[in-house]
C-alpha cells in the first residue's frame, strides 16, 4: 500500500482539538472528577495549540488522500471554529459549574463538534463532508440536551434532533444522487464529472441529487423554507449550545456548502435560481420577523436566519466565472465574533433581570454599565452593518459580489432589507441608553464575560478598518 | 424473465413492505421485527449487485448487533414492549399526499435517466478493495467515523443517566 | 506644495477631533467642563488651523495643479473591487472642511458657556469631536465609501446628540427617527454608489468621472445613478420627502441644532451633489427633480415656518426652507451659486442658533430663579422685550435675521439673490416665483420671530424681567464672529452686476476649477447667454421689495397691532390648524409606511411561529419517555410542522429544477 498521499500534517488541527476532547475525558475519569475545574484550560490549551497550527502550518498540501484540504477556505473555517471556542468555552463551563452540570461532558462534545466543523470546512470529499456534518450535529444534539437544566432544552434537543436527521436524509439521499451521476466523491472533481453527464438523461438524476444536496444544506445553515426548526431550538437550548450552534456550527456548514457550490460552478444555471429564492426568501422572513421579538435571544434567533440570507447571496455569486468565496469568508468572522458575545451578553443580562430574555431587561443598561452597554450598541451596530465595523465590510463585499457577479435584484433586497434590520438591532441599544433602568445598582460583567466581550468589539472594529488583515491571512498561507 | 432478476424482486418487494410495517404498526415490538427483514432485503440487494462483503456486514452488524441490541432494549425496558405508538393522525392525508409528490418528482428524474450500464466486469471479491480501501483513501471517514460514534456514545450514556437520576 | 508634503496636514484635519473625542471619551470624567471643553475646541480648532494654512498655500498654486488625492493604503481589494484609505483635497473639499471646522470651532467654544452644568459634558465633547471627526472625513474621502463612511458617522453622531438628554422618551424617539430616516436616505446612496461600481467597475471619484466621460447627456446610467444619491441627500440634507427628521432633531442641546442642523450635516447632501456635478450636468432630468423637490422644499417647509410656536422649530423649518434654495441652484446647475449659500447660511444660521440658544439658556436660569419649570421656556409666546436684557444677543441675532431675510448688503442677499437670478436666468421662472414666495415667507417668519422675541415687552411681567442677564463672553463671542461673518461674507461672492469695483467673483473663481467639465460648462453659457444687468437688477430690486413686505407685515402683525395676527388665524382656523400640525405629514408616514411595515413583519412572524399551538415553550418531553408520552406530545407539537414545511421545501425546489 501506497501511505505517499496521507500528509497526517495537513488534519493536525483537527487532531488536536479530537485530542483534547480525548484527554479531557480520560483526566475526568482518572481524577473521578475531582478535578474538573482545570479541565476548560486543558480543553484551551488544544484549542490554541491548534490555532498556533493554522497559523504556522507544517503543510499547505491536502492530507489523508485528498480528504483533507488546507486551502483558504478551509482555513478560514478553521480559525473561525477555532475563535468562537476560544469566546464561549469559559463561558460555557461557568455555566455549567453554576448549574451543577458536567464540564467535562461539556467539554468534550464541544470539542468533538468542532472537530466535525473544521473537518467540514476542509473536507475534500463528499464522505467525509457528510461524516463531518454528522459529528456536529450529534455532539449539538446532545449539548443541547446536556446543558438543560429546563424541559424546554430536553424538547429543543429532541426536536433538533429529528428534524436534523430529516435533513441529513435528504442531504445523503442527494450525495449519492450526485456521486453515482458525476462517477467521483472528490468533490472538486463534481464540476467535471457532471459536464460529463450533461445533456443525456443521467443529467437529471444528477439535478435531483444537487437539489437534495442543497436542500439539506439549507437545512443546516437555518435558511427559508428550512427555518422552521430555528426559533424553537435556537430559544429552547441553553444560551452557551445556541451561541454555539448559530456561529461556529454555521461557519462550518457555509463553509462546507460553499466549497460543494463552487465546485458545482459547471451547473451552476440550475442550482442559482434556486439558492436566489431561497436567498431571498430569507432575507425578507428573517428580517422582518426579527423586527417584532420582544424576546432578545428570538431576535438573535431570527437576526441568525437573516445573515443565512446574506451569506447565501454570496454563495450565489461563485455560480459566476472567476468569483471565490472571499467575500463569504471575510463576512462570516466578524459575524461569528458578534453572535458569539451577544448571546453571552444575553445570558448575563437576562440572569440579572426578568430571567427569560426580555428586551426590557435591557432598559437603562447604560446606567447601570456603561461599557457594556456600549459594547452592546458597537456589536448590535456591527451586525446591523454600520460603518466603519466589520458587519458592513461583510455586506458591503456580499453585495457587490452579486452585483458583479448579475444578481443585482437580490442585492438591492439585501440592501433594503439591512435598512429593516438596523430597526431591530436599534431597539435593545435604544432601551440601554435612553429608558430609565427598572433596576438599580451596577451590573458587573466577570472577567472572561468581560474579555470576550472587548474582543468581540475590538476585532468588529479592527475587521472594518482592515479587512485585508484577515483576507490576506485566508489568501497568504492556504494557497 | 430470469432468475436474477426475480430475485432482486422480491428482495425489494421484501424491504418496501417491512419498512411500510416498521413505519406504521402501532405495536413497537413489531416494529422492531419488522426491521429484521428490512435489513435482510437490503442484504439480499447487496448481494445481488456483488457486493459479497457489504451484504455480509449487514448482516452481521445490522440484525446480529444493531437489531438484537434494539429487540433487548425494547423487551427490557418494562413499560416499551406493549407500548402503543400514535401513528398519522390528522396529518396522514397530508404526509401521503406531500410523499407521493417527493417520490414523482424524484420517480420523473429515475425514468428521465438513461442508466449506462458500466462495461467493466465485476470484482470477483469486495473485502480486501474495501479493506485497502479504508486503510489509504477512505482513512479519514473511518476516523471520523469513530468520533462520531464517540460523540454519540458520550452524549447517549450521559443523557440517559441524567435521565435516570431524575426519576 | 506636493501629496508628500500634504499627507501629515490632510489627514490631521479630521484626525484631531477624532484624538479629542478619544481623549474626552477614555478621561473625561477626571476633569471638569471647562478644561474638557477647552479640549475639545483646541481640538477642532487645531483643524481649522491646519486647513486655513492649506488654503493660504493653495491659494499660490496655479489652477490646474490644485488637486491632491492622497493615498493612505489599501482598505479593501476584492474581485475586481478595489478601495484605498485616500483623502481628496481640492477647492470644493477646502471649501467645506474651513467653514465646517470653522463654524464647529465656534459652536464648541460656545458649548463650554452652555454645557457648562450639564454633568455629563465629557460625554457631550466627544460626541461634538467626533461628530466633526465625520463630517470633516465626509468632505474629505477621496472616494464615495470613505464619504459614506462619514455619511454614516454624522447619522450615528447625531442620533447620539440629539438623544444626548436621554432621560426624556420623547428625545430619545427624536434621535431615533432621525436615525431611521437617515438609513432610508443612505439606502438610495448605496443603490446609487454600487449601481455605479456595476457599470464603471470602480468607486473613486476621478475614475467615475473619467467613466462617465464618454457619456452623452441624458444617457440612462447617470440619470439613474443621479437619482439614486439624491435619495440619499434627501435624507441627510432634510429636503422632502424625507425633511421629517430634522423638526424634530431640535430635541437636542441647543448648540448641537447649531452644528448639525445648520451648519454641517445638513449641508451633506449638497457637498454629494456638488462633488457629483459630473453625474448630474449629463442628467437633465435628474437636475430637474432637484430642482423641483428644493423649491418645493423651500416653500413647502416656510409656509409651516409662519405659524410654530417654539423658537427652535421655526428656525427648524427655515433651515429646510434655505436647504431647498441650495437643491434650487443645484437643480438649475448653478453649482457654485448653491455652494455660496451654503457658506453663507452656515454662518447666519449657526448665528440663529446660537442666538436662540443663549435666549433660552437665559430663559432657563430666570425660570429657574422663579422656581417655574412648568413653563416651556423656547415658547415664543413667554418672551418679548429681551432686547433691553440681552443686547449683544439682539443685535447680532438681528444682523443674523437681516441676512437670512434678503436686505443688502448683508451675505444672505448675496447668495440667496444670485440662485434666484441663476434659476431665472436658465428659464425655469415657475421655481423662480415659487423662491421669491418662500423669500416673502421667510422674511416674514424670521421678523416675526426677532419681534415675539425681542420688541414689545416681557409678557412674563416686570418682577421676573429684573433676573435677565446677559450671558458670558464665551457665549457671547461666537455671536460677535458670527454676526461679522453673516454681515461681510456676501461680498467674497459678489455678483458681477454690483462689481463696481471690478474685484470679480472670487467665490466663483475659487471653485471654477472644480467645474469645469463640458456638460458643467454648457450649463453656465445657457445662464451668460440669457443675463442681461437690467433684468439682474430688476429681479435684485424686485426680492428686496417682496423680503420689505414680509418685514412690514410681520411688523403690523406682531409688534404694532397683535390682535390683527389673532383675527387673521380665527378666520382661517382650518388653514391655521394645518399648518400648526405640521400639514400633517408624519401622520401620513405613519399610516402609509410605518404601520404596512409593522403589520408584515407580524405577519411573518405568525408564519413562523404556526404550528405553534400553545405560544409558548413548555413542552413536557422527555428522551426517557419516548416510547410514550414524550413521542405523542411531539407529534401533536411543531415537529410534524417543521417536517411537512421541510418536505414541501424540497418538493417544491424539485419541481423548480425539473420543470425548467
Request: proline letters at 4%.
Amino acid at each position: 500500500m501506497d501511505f505517499s498521499g496521507l500528509n497526517v500534517a495537513a488534519l493536525l488541527p483537527e487532531l488536536l482539538v479530537s485530542g483534547g476532547g480525548l484527554l479531557v475525558m480520560a483526566l475526568h475519569a482518572a481524577f473521578r472528577g475531582r478535578q474538573d475545574r482545570q479541565l476548560v484550560w486543558v480543553s484551551l490549551a488544544s484549542v490554541v495549540a491548534a490555532l498556533a497550527f493554522c497559523l504556522n502550518p507544517l503543510t499547505v498540501e491536502p492530507g489523508y488522500f485528498g480528504s483533507a484540504l488546507s486551502d483558504p477556505m478551509a482555513f478560514a473555517g478553521r480559525i473561525t471554529v477555532l475563535a468562537a471556542l476560544v469566546l464561549l468555552l469559559p463561558g460555557g463551563v461557568a455555566y455549567a459549574r453554576s448549574r451543577n452540570l458536567p464540564q467535562a461532558e461539556y467539554l468534550s462534545l464541544s470539542l468533538f463538534a468542532a472537530t466535525g466543523m473544521m473537518a467540514l470546512a476542509s473536507a475534500g470529499d463528499l464522505i467525509v463532508l457528510f461524516l463531518a456534518v454528522e459529528v456536529l450535529s450529534i455532539s449539538l444534539y446532545c449539548l443541547a440536551g446536556l446543558m438543560g437544566e429546563r424541559e424546554s432544552s430536553r424538547q429543543a434537543a429532541l426536536t433538533y434532533f429529528l428534524a436534523g436527521s430529516f435533513a441529513s436524509g435528504f442531504l445523503l439521499f442527494g450525495m449519492a444522487l450526485l456521486s453515482g451521476s458525476a462517477g467521483t466523491l472528490d468533490i472538486a472533481a463534481l464540476g467535471t464529472g457532471l459536464a460529463r453527464v450533461s445533456g443525456t438523461g443521467t443529467q437529471w438524476v444528477a439535478l435531483g441529487g444537487v437539489v437534495l444536496m442543497i436542500a439539506g444544506l439549507l437545512f443546516k445553515v437555518g435558511a427559508v423554507p428550512f427555518h422552521s426548526w430555528v426559533a424553537e431550538v435556537y430559544s429552547g437550548s441553553p444560551t452557551v449550545v445556541t451561541a454555539f450552534m448559530s456561529t461556529a456550527a454555521k461557519a462550518a456548514a457555509f463553509a462546507g456548502f460553499g466549497r460543494v457550490l463552487l465546485a458545482l460552478g459547471s451547473v451552476s444555471e440550475a442550482w442559482v435560481p434556486l439558492v436566489g429564492i431561497c436567498a431571498g426568501a430569507t432575507m425578507i422572513l428573517g428580517n422582518f420577523t426579527a423586527l417584532v421579538q420582544g424576546n432578545f435571544k428570538r431576535m438573535l434567533a431570527f437576526s441568525s436566519v437573516a445573515h443565512a440570507g446574506y451569506l447565501l447571496l454570496g454563495l450565489m455569486a461563485v455560480g459566476a466565472a472567476g468569483e471565490s468565496l472571499e467575500a463569504v469568508i471575510f463576512y462570516l468572522l466578524p459575524y461569528v465574533l458578534a453572535n458569539a458575545a451577544l448571546f453571552l451578553v444575553a445570558a448575563k443580562v437576562s440572569q440579572a433581570g426578568s430571567g427569560n430574555y426580555k428586551l426590557d431587561d435591557y432598559k437603562g443598561l447604560a446606567r447601570r454599565n456603561p461599557w457594556l452597554a456600549g459594547l452592546l450598541a458597537l456589536l448590535l451596530l456591527g451586525l446591523a452593518g454600520m460603518p466603519p465595523l466589520a458587519g458592513f465590510m461583510g455586506k458591503f463585499m456580499v453585495f457587490s459580489a452579486a452585483v458583479r457577479a448579475g444578481h443585482t435584484g437580490l442585492a438591492v433586497l439585501g440592501i433594503l432589507t439591512s435598512v429593516v434590520a438596523v430597526f431591530t438591532y436599534l431597539r435593545p441599544v435604544v432601551y440601554a441608553w435612553f429608558h430609565e433602568p427598572e433596576e438599580s445598582g451596577a451590573l458587573n460583567l466577570d472577567g472572561g464575560l468581560a474579555f470576550v466581550v472587548w474582543v468581540a468589539g475590538a476585532g468588529l472594529l479592527l475587521l472594518g478598518l482592515w479587512p485585508r488583515l484577515w483576507l490576506d491571512l485566508c489568501a497568504g498561507i492556504g494557497v | 424473465m430470469d432468475i436474477k432478476t426475480l430475485l432482486e424482486l422480491m428482495f425489494g418487494l421484501l424491504t418496501v413492505a417491512s419498512a411500510i410495517w416498521v413505519a406504521f404498526t402501532p405495536k413497537l415490538l413489531h416494529a422492531g421485527f419488522s426491521l429484521l427483514f428490512t435489513f435482510f432485503g437490503v442484504a439480499g440487494l447487496y448481494v445481488m449487485l456483488g457486493a459479497d462483503f457489504l451484504a455480509a456486514v449487514q448482516v452481521l452488524v445490522y440484525i446480529g448487533g444493531i437489531l438484537v441490541l434494539l429487540l433487548f432494549g425494547i423487551l427490557l425496558t418494562t413499560a416499551m414492549p406493549t407500548a402503543e405508538l400514535t401513528v398519522g393522525g390528522t396529518r396522514r392525508g397530508q404526509g401521503l399526499a406531500l410523499g407521493m409528490l417527493l417520490l414523482g418528482l424524484l420517480l420523473l428524474a429515475v425514468f428521465r435517466a438513461g442508466w449506462p450500464l458500466s462495461m467493466n466486469a465485476l470484482p470477483e471479491t469486495t473485502a480486501s478493495d474495501i479493506g485497502k480501501g479504508f486503510m489509504t483513501t477512505w482513512l479519514l471517514p473511518f476516523e471520523v467515523a469513530s468520533i462520531l460514534l464517540l460523540g454519540a456514545m458520550l452524549g447517549a450514556l450521559h443523557l440517559a443517566r441524567r435521565a435516570g437520576e431524575d426519576q | 506644495m506636493s501629496v508628500e508634503s500634504l499627507a501629515l496636514p490632510l489627514a490631521l484635519i479630521p484626525l484631531l477631533p477624532l484624538l479629542g473625542a478619544v481623549l474626552n471619551g477614555l478621561f473625561g470624567r477626571y476633569t471638569n467642563a471647562r478644561l474638557s471643553g477647552a479640549l475639545a475646541t483646541a481640538a477642532i480648532g487645531g483643524s481649522f488651523l491646519v486647513a486655513l494654512n492649506i488654503f493660504l498655500q493653495f491659494n499660490q498654486l496655479p489652477e490646474e495643479g490644485r488637486r491632491f488625492l492622497v493615498n493612505y493604503g489599501p482598505w479593501m481589494h476584492v474581485g475586481s473591487l478595489s478601495l484605498d484609505w485616500s483623502l481628496l483635497l481640492d477647492p470644493l473639499s477646502l471649501l467645506y472642511a474651513l467653514f465646517i471646522s470653522g463654524v464647529a470651532t465656534l459652536i464648541h467654544l460656545y458649548s463650554i458657556g452652555y454645557m457648562g452644568k450639564e454633568p455629563s459634558f465629557a460625554r457631550y465633547f466627544a460626541y461634538l469631536n467626533l461628530f466633526s471627526f465625520a463630517m470633516l472625513t465626509l468632505v474629505l474621502g477621496g472616494n464615495y465609501l470613505v464619504m459614506f463612511l462619514g455619511w454614516e458617522g454624522v447619522g450615528l453622531c447625531s442620533y447620539l446628540l440629539i438623544g444626548f438628554w436621554f432621560s426624556d422618551p420623547e428625545k430619545a424617539s427624536a434621535g431615533k427617527k432621525a436615525f431611521v430616516v437617515n438609513r432610508i436616505g443612505d439606502f438610495g446612496f448605496l443603490l446609487g454608489a454600487f449601481l455605479l461600481f456595476a457599470n464603471l467597475g470602480s468607486l473613486d471619484y476621478g475614475q467615475v468621472q473619467e467613466g462617465m466621460a464618454g457619456l452623452p447627456v441624458g444617457h440612462w446610467l447617470p440619470t439613474a445613478a443621479a437619482l439614486l444619491l439624491f435619495v440619499g441627500a434627501t435624507g441627510k440634507s432634510a429636503q422632502i420627502p424625507l425633511y421629517v427628521w430634522l423638526p424634530d432633531a431640535m430635541a437636542g442641546p441647543t448648540p448641537v441644532s447649531a452644528l448639525i442642523h445648520a451648519a454641517t450635516m445638513v449641508t451633506a447632501g449638497l457637498y454629494m451633489i456638488a462633488r457629483n456635478h459630473f453625474l448630474y450636468s449629463l442628467a437633465p432630468a435628474a437636475l430637474l427633480t432637484v430642482a423641483i423637490v428644493g423649491a418645493s422644499t423651500a416653500l413647502f417647509a416656510a409656509t409651516i415656518g409662519l405659524v410654530q410656536r417654539d423658537i427652535k422649530k421655526v428656525l427648524a423649518y427655515s433651515t429646510v426652507s434655505q436647504l431647498g434654495y441650495m437643491f434650487l441652484a443645484m437643480g438649475v446647475g448653478a453649482y457654485t451659486a448653491g455652494l455660496f449659500h451654503v457658506v453663507t447660511h452656515a454662518f447666519f444660521k449657526a448665528l440663529l442658533f446660537l442666538g436662540a440658544g443663549s435666549v433660552i439658556h437665559a430663559m432657563h436660569h430666570v425660570y429657574h430663579k422663579v422656581h417655574d419649570h412648568k413653563r416651556d421656556p423656547q415658547d415664543m409666546r413667554n418672551m418679548g422685550g429681551l432686547a433691553k436684557r440681552l443686547p449683544i444677543t439682539y443685535w447680532t441675532f438681528l444682523v443674523a435675521t437681516i441676512a437670512i431675510a434678503g436686505f443688502p448688503p448683508f451675505a444672505g442677499f448675496f447668495s440667496k439673490d444670485e440662485i434666484l437670478w441663476q434659476v431665472f436666468a436658465t428659464g425655469h421662472w415657475p421655481l423662480w416665483l415659487m423662491g421669491l414666495c418662500a423669500a416673502g415667507l421667510t422674511s416674514f417668519y424670521m421678523f416675526r420671530l426677532l419681534f415675539l422675541t425681542f420688541h414689545g415687552t416681557y409678557r412674563g411681567g416686570e418682577a421676573e424681567a429684573a433676573h435677565f442677564h446677559e450671558n458670558p463672553l464665551v457665549m457671547t463671542l461666537p455671536l460677535m464672529i458670527l454676526a461679522v461673518l453673516s454681515a461681510i461674507a456676501g461680498f467674497w461672492g459678489l455678483p458681477h452686476f454690483l462689481d463696481f469695483a471690478h474685484l470679480g467673483n472670487r467665490f466663483d473663481e475659487f471653485l471654477a476649477p472644480v467645474f469645469h467639465s463640458g456638460s458643467d460648462l454648457a450649463l453656465r453659457h445657457a445662464v451668460e447667454a440669457h443675463g442681461n444687468v437690467a433684468l439682474e437688477w430688476a429681479l435684485a430690486l424686485g426680492s428686496i421689495g417682496v423680503a420689505t413686505l414680509g418685514l412690514l407685515l410681520a411688523r403690523r402683525w406682531y409688534l404694532l397691532k397683535p390682535e390683527l395676527a389673532d383675527a387673521a388665524a380665527r378666520r382661517h382656523p382650518k388653514l391655521h390648524q394645518r399648518l400648526l400640525d405640521k400639514w400633517r405629514v408624519d401622520e401620513l408616514y405613519e399610516a402609509v409606511v410605518v404601520k404596512p411595515v409593522a403589520a408584515f413583519s407580524e405577519a411573518c412572524s405568525r408564519q413562523v411561529d404556526a404550528g405553534l399551538i400553545d405560544g409558548a415553550v413548555n413542552g413536557t418531553a422527555r428522551l426517557a419517555q419516548l416510547a410514550g408520552q414524550g413521542v405523542r406530545r411531539l407529534q401533536s407539537g411543531r415537529l410534524p410542522h417543521y417536517l411537512t414545511a421541510m418536505a414541501l421545501g424540497v418538493a417544491l425546489l424539485l419541481a423548480l429544477v425539473f420543470t425548467r
